[in-house]
């Protein structure tokens, strides 16, 4: 399904190439490494529930990428990790640092919510989050729960999932310092150092890295615009901070933040504007404090996140000054897991204020084009939800239910409720229900020429069953999935509506020091907007069928792995004319501890050399690149 039998063969030529150069150069001292490569069969997720909770007692599928999988991610950004993740799939306008979007259960980016420990992070005009600036080297974690019922848990923007990052530094083990040094394709270059200071009552860690690249011609081909032939370059600056205190046997307070400042090259129409191109802020801060007893855990927080970016291009009405779009959101919560005996009683109140300050745009519904503003430029959400959780022997329940009032689009509810058995050892079988809705973003209520300050909220229904197998070294899921979503806004309007159903197949193993998996997704997504001329097309950018399938081996001094990532054909536009091939992109990774401090890692992606497209948009083909490594040396001074 996922390769062809040249790809195979290759695949496996590929594993036991790779095997074999590092068995031989592993010398490093095996006692005294630590840091080694592992599935995580039964994890603990936060994000599925707003509690630390066991994968085997969630109701709705998760995924975990940990630090030690993010290893293999060096030099890259959070948009190149989700991409090789199951169910997940990325349409981008060029290379590292261009704009992309992420596809998930049939949804994209601004129907699934991204949060940064626990603070919601995106563009309020755009509705996307800017996971392209975000630097892989500075998180330590990164949780994705698929499906609607993280909507009655967090409120907007969650129809289609939840991924939450967390800061690098949040779970240290010991007083160390390490530096990482890499250079990879088109002279793409890193430099990172991170100290962390651990003792029996505080932790800290602060991480900062150089990231900067050449970067390749964004425009493969465009039938509309004379683009600049150039290649266009990404450079980012990067850091870290996170600061934890244990005030006192139940007390304790913390500190979160991530910052990204970059600059991405990018093509504008005609020869006048050859250096075009974009400044960023990006990030997120957050600080906390919280009451632990043995009954309940209250923590309050207070946090802020910033996407703020300054466009210098053919389309600014100054080129000098550039479009400037600086999206704030701060945002209160309070919260208390309560040990009702038997389950978890959560409750909890939230307080959040969106505000964009953007520079005037061009209004291209009129001829001329006039000069408008946003009007309003801000909103306050205030919200309250509660849930329950039990978890026993042979069974799993999860409620919740959440409140949510906007000050300009009013009240909207939304709740979850599904239930899990274990009929035999390991496996359990299970199904929930979900509603879920999406906030209208102020380019849908403001955007001169293309908007509707009425808009209502995007709303959905979900269904889900599920069977899972958890024993011993392997953990499997099968999920079904059917979803009605109605008012999706299209053309300034609430008249479309969608239908998406599918499957979802993952599967983990680990035997010995092997590890195999594979997953795969069955994607049927349409427009069911009566009266439309694009009644039952699919929707855009959405394959029927993806999946991946990866191979590893671990020793204590060095790993490797190979991953197969395929995607399906599908289309560019509503109308369902322009359809993209599929493809499909190995990818190899390994690492090695050359001494018990120093460690090497190396990513060649696209091995294959596959000629593929990820998006298409208005006659202009988008780039992609072809074979590609970064490496990277690691020393660790504990």
Known sequence: MFLPRSSTSYLRYCILSALGILAVNANADVNTVNDLPKVELDTIVVTATRTPTKASNIIAQTRVIDNEELQRYQGQTVTDVLKNQPGMNITQSGGTGAVSNFYMRGYDSKQVLVIIDGIRYSSISTGAPALNLLSADQIDRIEILYGASGS????????????????????????????????????????????????????????VSRNKTDGFNAIASSNSYDYNADDDG?????????LQHKISDNLSAGLNALYSDSTTDIDSAGDAFPNAYADQQNGSANAFIQYQTPLAVTKFSVGQSIDKSTTHDAYSINYEDGSQF????????????????P????????WLSQELDASDVLDFSSFPAALTAYDPEDRTVKSGFVGYQLSEDYYDLQANY??????????????????????LDGLRIGASYATGFRAPTFNDLYYPGYSNPDLKPETSENTEVFVE????????????????????????????????????????????????????DYLDAKD???????????????????GLIYVGYQQPAFDVRLEAKYTDERFSDAANTTELDDYTLLNLSGSIYLTSNLRANLRVDNITDEDYVLSNQFGTEYATEGTSYFGSLTYDWY
Do not use: C
Not at 343 to 350: C, F, H, L, Y
């Open 402 to 423: 959440r409140v949510d009032d906007n000050s300009q689009y009013g009240n909207e509810n939304t709740y979850n409720i599904g239930a899990a058995i274990r009929p």
């Open 152 to 207: 009655s848990i967090y409120g907007s923007d969650a129809m289609g999932g939840v991924i939450q990052i967390f800061t690098k530094g949040n779970n240290i083990e010991q007083s160390n310092l390490s530096a990482t040094v890499g250079y990879g394709s088109n002279d793409h270059y890193q430099i990172g150092v991170t100290g962390q200071l651990k003792n029996d009552t505080s932790a800290l860690s602060l991480g």
């Open 343 to 350: 389950g978890t009683v959560i409750i909890g109140a939230e």
């Open 469 to 520: 197998y958890n024993k011993g070294n392997q953990n499997s899921r099968l999920t079904g999935y059917y979803t009605d979503v109605d008012d999706l806004i299209n053309n300034a309007t609430n008249t479309s509506k969608a239908q998406i159903k599918g499957l979802s197949l993952t599967s983990d193993w680990s035997v010995n020091s092997f590890l195999f998996g594979l997953g795969y």
């Open 326 to 341: 600086d999206t704030t959101q701060k945002q209160v919560r309070s919260e208390t897991s309560i040990n009702a005996q």
């Open 234 to 242: 990404f450079e980012s600056t990067n850091a870290s901070l996170a």
């Open 528 to 546: 069911k907007t009566t009266n439309s001329a694009n009644y039952d097309n699919d929707l855009v950018y959405r394959p029927k069928n993806s």
